[in-house]
């Protein structure tokens, strides 16, 4: 089979329009994954029956794939009345799923901090909002940063498994294509152009900002 540059025009808005929809679930499943990964790592410093629950909640969403998560809220859900649509799931699937990565990073950023810097805190009677907030995150957040820029660069590689909902993402795009054509060729590759066209400069400013991190 040649290659059909008039294909390539025809389908490529789809493919972009695919590409919009990724970026969308890539950026809000992110912001989802970083407040909820940082709330989870401050919360396994707390109380024993926190940290239990927590803890329980995290280690079974890392040992559980993505796309048994992404199914549970999409199907399972609307047995108990709650009915969302197939977006919304993505984006809170892959936020969850990530939150409990970034919380382990988020962890041991935070356990980085010097025991100094929290008894300094404590012998200042700082109200503990203000010891995380003023002394501990500020130190603990930036050394972490390369190792979050990767997860959200693996969210972005993941969000084709919402194609199993039927997210339309620049995947679930190629795939219409595709099997309305029978050309596969030129949509895969181009899906594929595209993801490395972001996916690689994204990896590359994270590669800068960890050497920048290590060299401080």
């Known amino acids: ?4 540059w008039n294909y390539v025009a025809d389908v ?28 989870f790592a401050v919360l396994m410093r707390g109380p024993a029956p926190v940290r239990v629950v927590v803890r329980a909640l995290v280690e079974f969403v890392r040992s559980t794939p993505l796309l048994v998560q992404v199914f549970f809220l999409f199907f399972v859900l609307p047995q108990f009345g709650v009915t969302l649509g197939a977006l919304v ?16 990073v988020y962890r041991a950023g935070i356990e980085a901090v010097p025991r100094g810097q929290w008894e300094a805190a404590t012998a ?3 109200p503990r909002s203000r010891v995380w907030t003023g002394v501990v995150l500020p130190q603990a957040i930036p050394r972490v940063l390369p190792a979050l820029g990767n997860n959200v660069i693996s969210m972005f590689k993941e969000t084709p498994l919402l194609i199993g909902i039927g997210v339309l993402d620049i995947v679930g795009q190629a795939r219409e294509a595709g099997n309305t054509t029978f050309r596969y060729v030129e949509v895969y590759t181009i899906a594929g ?3 490395l066209v972001l996916s690689y400069p994204a990896a590359l400013l994270v590669r800068r900002l960890e050497r920048r991190v290590v060299g401080t």
Do not use: K, Q
């Open 1 to 4: 089979m040649t290659w059909d």
């Open 12 to 39: 490529l808005p789809a493919l972009l329009d695919g590409l919009r929809i990724t970026v969308i679930a890539t950026l809000l499943g992110s912001l989802v994954a970083l407040v909820l990964g940082l709330v």
């Open 89 to 104: 799931v993505g984006v809170i699937a892959l936020g969850l799923h990530y939150a409990a990565y970034n919380s382990e």
């Open 124 to 126: 200042l009677s700082l």
């Open 193 to 195: 152009l595209l993801f």
